[in-house]
């Protein structure tokens, strides 16, 4: 056995989960590559389809699909990573019998995995609709999206990780956890513009950092978003660090439990 | 050689508590093939876990500069939807063994395991004995210092287990198993020091027939 450092040790752990878990989500059904790609899509085509076809909605000034699209899909690849990140210790348990596997290069190497496959989908989707339906997909502000894109996969990660420790310990929150996701998906402002909200009604719902970010994402896509007062993108920066603290601190905390079986 | 310091290990039960070792201090020397043996539940698996850093002592310290494997054996951690093939590899990225060195263990363990075609079909349609042949395979594939077995050699036919006990007869000079077991044959046969673990005290014996004369008066 030769020695290597902890550094590099990390790194090959992260680089093996990661394929591992990419290979194993490709073999699990028939055609996984197939349905990997096309679960986010179709729930986009669906969505697409009410908005637009049966409920004959248009936002003034925006193509709907497009407007939907640049919501919908980075919601979802936030709302995966939180969730995969919850089960990625239990489903990762028998793993840790290798010395060098530690939970967290579960969690780091899910979080990847998440973000790859999100890239896939977003080309994929933005490309044929930009070029079979001859929209314009261009992001107007792209560091300006990127970084944005940064925030939510680490409030997502950080999310991911307070949870996935919190339903170690009291498994019966996880299905609390998954059924929470519903209601944030109606009040992140994923399928409507916020300016439609009546003005009583954002202050509310307001707390929400994907609400935040979910907007900064369209500001930064759209070369005259309009402005929503109440919303700014450093609110959700905020938010993030301070929940990336306690997640780290819990870890910590509670890494030797993660590890029993 | 390894070292316990002052090693506490317990677990949480419903029922309170439990102490498996409380407060052990106890250096294992060097150049010995050792046997665990006890009574059911008297903490042979649990000295295993924390020998192979399965598991951490509550308080104290495990040391060692010499190298242990994980469990000889386990199955567990194989992913049922890869190859038998893919799984391998997968151990052998984390163990930091890249280019060449793969290959060479990859192709160490399918001439070992004898599966055939199943090498490169997905392990959840093995047999139990074919996943055990594939793990003990890629257990010896690698070098360590210190083997931890735990009963894996009873799983398989005569013929795999004949295989097995020889492939650790030719490591016996630059490698030592640790053996947790119940079958005093296989005591005799590989070992050379015994660890009789009993109501959370290790008592050791160099002679290994005083070792099992102990552990018959026990049970």
Redesign the interface.
């Known amino acids: 056995m030769h020695n290597r450092s902890s550094l590099a040790i990390t790194r090959a752990v992260i680089f093996a989960l990661t394929l591992r878990e990419i290979k194993g989500r490709l073999n699990a059904r028939r055609l996984g590559t197939f349905w990997i790609l096309f679960e986010p899509i179709a729930h986009v085509i669906g969505m697409v389809l009410i908005i637009t076809v049966i409920r004959g909605r248009t936002i003034p000034g925006f193509e709907v699909p497009v407007f939907l699209l640049t919501g919908i899909v980075p919601f979802i690849l936030m709302k995966n990573i939180c969730l995969k990140l919850m089960e990625a210790v239990s489903s990762n348990k028998a793993l840790f019998s290798y010395r060098q596997i530690k939970p967290a290069d579960a969690l780091v190497a899910r979080t990847l995995v998440e973000c790859c496959l999100f890239v896939c989908v977003y080309v994929l989707i933005m490309g044929s609709v930009g070029f079979f339906a001859g929209y314009d997909v261009s992001i107007a502000h792209p560091l300006e999206w990127v970084v944005m894109l940064l925030v939510g996969v680490l409030l997502a990660f950080s999310i991911g990780v307070i949870l996935c420790i919190a339903g170690e310990a009291v498994p019966e929150l996880k299905t609390f956890f998954r059924l929470m996701f519903l209601p944030l998906y109606f009040i992140s402002g994923v399928v409507y513009p916020l300016w439609a909200l009546p003005d009583n009604v954002l202050p509310w719902i307001s707390w929400n950092p994907f609400l935040h970010i979910v907007d900064s994402l369209r500001w930064a896509v759209f070369p005259h978003y309009p402005f929503t007062m109440g919303v700014n993108p450093y609110y959700p920066i905020k938010v993030t660090l301070v929940l990336f603290f306690i997640a780290v601190g819990m870890y910590r905390a509670r890494r030797l439990q993660l590890v029993a079986v | 050689m390894i070292e316990l310091k002052n090693v506490t290990k317990s677990y949480r039960t419903n029922a309170g508590r439990q102490y498996v070792f409380r407060d052990v201090s106890y250096v294992i020397p060097a150049n010995r093939n050792v046997a665990l043996i006890g009574r059911n539940g008297a903490g042979k698996s649990t000295l295993m876990r924390l020998l192979?850093?399965?598991?951490?002592p509550d308080s104290g310290k495990i040391l060692t500069a010499q190298?242990i494997s994980?469990?000889v054996g386990?199955t567990?951690?194989f992913?049922g939807?890869?190859t038998g093939r893919?799984n391998v590899k997968?151990?052998c990225?984390?163990?930091?063994a890249e280019g060449d060195s793969m290959r060479e263990k990859v192709a160490f363990v399918e001439s070992f395991a004898e599966i055939g075609k199943y090498f490169e079909h997905?392990v959840k349609t093995y047999s139990t004995g074919m996943r055990a042949r594939v793990a003990f395979g890629l257990s010896l594939a690698?070098?360590?210092?210190y083997y931890l077995v735990d009963e894996a050699m009873s799983v398989g036919d005569a013929h795999f287990k004949a295989k097995a006990t020889a492939a650790f007869r030719d490591r016996v000079d630059n490698a030592k198993i640790i053996l947790v077991t119940h079958s005093m044959g296989q005591v005799r046969k590989m070992c050379d020091y015994v660890m009789l673990i009993d109501n959370g005290k290790i008592i050791a014996f160099e002679d290994v027939e005083a070792g099992i004369a102990a552990y018959m008066k026990l049970i």
């Open positions: 192979g850093g399965l598991d951490t190298s994980w469990p386990l567990g951690g992913q939807s890869l893919e997968f151990i990225r984390v163990y930091g997905p690698f070098d360590f210092d």
